[in-house]
């Protein structure tokens, strides 16, 4: 299996360096756009296909050797994973197993010109040591080879089934060291798996790891589940229900499943929206009217309404600071970006350039806010940013819905339709790297990526 | 020269997609799928046929074959433009017959559900089909079909009645039904 995924990952890369240096010959003839496609297979089953939009990427050359497996026994290969990840975050460039001339898994015997000979920067090595009683050491080092000197290095102790986990950790500090950002493969995303033809479906609340692998049903119901929503600390997760035959929202626990409706007032009860330090709930309510956006304080269970306007208000999304609710409204005759202060105030238009707008996310850093934007050319992700006060289109899909920012603010997730079916899908904040996590079967929409993930 | 570079983009796209699209299945636990679908445009049409819902069934209007003149009590869906919740002229016909029966037989009750198509985000969409069912229920208030005897619904975009992606399902989707 570890062989097989990595000859199909080898063949990628070759097709991907042909392809790219075909691309370099002809670029300064086209000198424009151009698409082109590769698959990477992770290990879990799930088929990740990623897309280059255009350019070259220009990522860190890195070559990642994969572990030795010691002491017996059938551990998963760490290099499959960490592979996969970097691949996938766009940054890297991934030098094919091929080219490697020796395959050190430890320090000292590291040659640094076997790496300087492949044009490799950054070289990764380690080992999974199986300990016994289901417990495996699990070492690695991330090298500069020009500077030859260790960059990072760490060890775990763990059970089998942790070893997935440990090895996005590592692709975590492999991002940090070589970008400076924190990594965000070591997060969760939530979803909604749709099984079965409506009106028959079932809907599937689930929790996976943040590349679709190893997912968990947290909540299934005949009946339609929408927006669910990370809570700060990763702990809970809001979403609305219909459950009782109409919108309400609910408040889950999601390592102990336990959970209590927190809005059930007539008409809908939607968009729940944490606040960032964890202890107010945004929300769109009509039982005054019409759609209206509110800010729900858990502890005292007081309500207070943010908009009053007789067009829809709905989809809040706080910024970072807490201070602001940014929001979709139709007051202006058709659906746009505005913002209010949290604590009440005047709203304050944002999007001006598309004929649609809607679905806000705030970046981590506060500067832009990701949105679902009509520009005359279908539903596309777009990124609105404050320094230019204009919406860009992201993805080149027609009917994208639900963008959710990763903790790290690097990548967006979102859900859209190939093919014909609901599928997830990834894309860098600049547009270069866009991604499909395929899910082996099912229809999977309303993907929420989770806060950094503070529990081992 | 214009299409000279369209012809080298062509060529590009249909090298690197029969590459990576040269393996379909390499072992029974990973599935390669060739990526050619990427590059078609996401207008496929879902071939599924409609579910068995009686309550949608018998409410759908407009149905060539049938009487024209076909009394609009007959009808229990008001369908509505993009992004609009404001009802038509057939749409207010349709509601004018049915307040009209309501004023006849008091004690029956109905229940308005507002549905939208599913273009756009999910939420704008269930805040969409909400405004419609009010719209729709405002109507019959103003008729004289008192607020007690309506409740309203939305579902947003998750029960279409017409699963293509086009304009003839998206049509038939954005919708208020009448349930007594």
Same mark, same amino acid.
């Given at each position: ?39 990477? +297979? ?42 996969? $990840? ?13 080219? /490697? ?10 040659? /640094?010109?076997?790496?300087?000979? =492949? ?43 942790? =070893? ?10 492999? %991002? ?26 079932? !809907?599937?609340?689930?929790?996976? $790891? ?28 809001? %979403? ?53 956006? !509110? ?29 602001? =609710? ?11 970006? !505005? ?15 598309? +004929? %649609?707008?809607?679905?806000?996310? /705030? ?8 949105? =679902? ?84 | 020269?214009?299409?000279?570079? @369209? ?18 299945? #390499? ?9 050619? &679908? ?52 057939? &749409?207010?016909? *349709? ?15 109905? *229940? ?7 273009? &756009? ?7 969409? &089909? ?5 719209? #729709?229920?405002? *109507? ?20 279409? #009645?017409? @699963? ?13 039904? *009448? @349930?007594?």
């Amino acid at each position: 299996m570890n062989t097989l995924t990595f000859s199909i990952l080898d063949l990628t890369q070759m097709i991907s360096k042909l392809f790219f240096e075909f691309y370099r010959i002809v670029r300064v003839v086209i000198g424009g756009a151009v698409l082109s496609t590769c698959l990477l +297979v992770s290990p879990a089953g799930a088929v990740v296909t990623i897309e280059v939009n255009k350019g070259e990427v220009a990522g860190i050359p890195i070559a990642i050797v994969p572990f030795s497996i010691e002491g017996g026994g059938s551990a998963s290969q760490p290099a499959d994973v960490i592979q996969t $990840d970097l691949g996938l975050s766009g940054r890297f460039e991934l030098i094919s197993k091929d080219n /490697y001339i020796s395959s050190p898994h430890d320090l000292e015997s590291v040659q /640094y010109k076997d790496w300087r000979l =492949i044009k490799a920067e950054a070289l990764v090595v380690g080992k999974v040591i199986n300990l016994g009683n289901d417990q495996y050491e699990i070492r690695f080092r991330l090298i500069d080879v020009f500077r030859e000197k260790q960059l990072a290095g760490q060890k775990f102790v763990i059970s089998s089934k942790k =070893i997935r986990k440990v090895s996005h950790q590592i692709s975590d500090a492999i %991002y940090r060291q070589l970008t400076g950002k924190p990594g965000a493969f070591d997060t969760k995303i939530a979803y909604v798996e749709v099984k079965g033809q409506i009106p028959n479906a079932r !809907y599937l609340l689930q929790v996976a $790891d943040s590349d679709g692998y190893d997912p968990k049903i947290v909540l299934e119901s005949s009946q339609p589940i929408l927006s669910p929503a990370w809570s700060p600390d990763g702990s809970r997760l809001a %979403y609305v229900s219909f459950e009782k035959k109409r919108s309400m929202v609910f408040i889950q626990n999601v390592w102990t499943g336990e959970r209590a409706g927190v809005a059930e007032y007539e008409g809908i009860n939607s968009a729940p929206a944490w606040s960032p330090d964890g202890k107010k709930l945004a929300l769109t309510l009509s039982k005054d009217g019409n759609p209206e956006i !509110y800010i729900y304080d858990l502890a005292s269970d007081q309500l207070a309404r943010l908009t009053k306007h007789t067009a829809i208000d709905t989809e809040p999304a706080w910024s970072p600071d807490g201070k602001m =609710i940014a929001f979709t409204s139709g007051r202006s005759g058709a659906p746009q970006i !505005y913002r209010v202060p949290s604590i009440g105030g005047a709203p304050q238009r944002l999007t001006f350039n598309g +004929v %649609y707008n809607a679905g806000p996310d /705030y970046s981590p850093d506060g500067e832009s806010i990701v949105v =679902i934007t009509n520009q005359g050319n279908g539903y596309k992700v777009g990124l609105y940013s404050r320094n230019d006060r204009t919406v860009r289109e992201l993805t080149r899909s027609k009917q994208d819905e639900s963008p959710t920012f990763s903790p790290n603010g690097d990548m967006i997730m979102y859900a859209t339709k190939k093919g014909g079916q609901n599928v997830l899908a990834a894309v860098s904040v600049d547009g270069q790297i866009q991604q499909t996590l395929q899910f082996q079967k099912g229809s999977v929409r309303e993907p929420a990526w989770s806060p950094f993930n503070r529990r081992l | 020269m214009r299409n000279f570079k @369209l012809y080298l983009i062509l060529l590009i796209v249909s090298v690197a997609v029969s590459a990576c699209g040269g393996r379909k299945t #390499v072992d029974n636990n990973i599935e390669v799928e060739p990526v050619g &679908g990427t590059i078609q445009t996401d207008e496929s049409v879902s071939t599924s046929g409609l579910g068995a819902d009686s309550t949608v069934g018998a409410g759908l209007d407009g149905t060539i074959g049938q009487s024209a003149n076909a009394d609009p009590l007959s009808k229990r869906v008001i369908y509505f433009d993009y992004d609009s919740s404001v009802l038509t002229l057939e &749409g207010e016909a *349709i509601v004018q017959a049915h307040a009209r029966y309501l004023n006849s037989v008091p004690g029956v009750g109905i *229940i308005l559900e507002g549905h939208a198509d599913e273009r &756009g985000t999910r939420e704008y969409n269930l805040a969409l &089909g909400e405004d419609r069912a009010k719209a #729709v229920a405002n *109507i019959f208030q103003a008729l004289g079909v008192s607020s007690n005897r309506i409740q309203t619904v939305s579902y947003g975009e998750e029960r279409p #009645v017409a @699963l293509s992606s086009d304009e003839s399902a998206w049509s038939l989707n954005r919708r208020v039904e *009448i @349930l007594y």
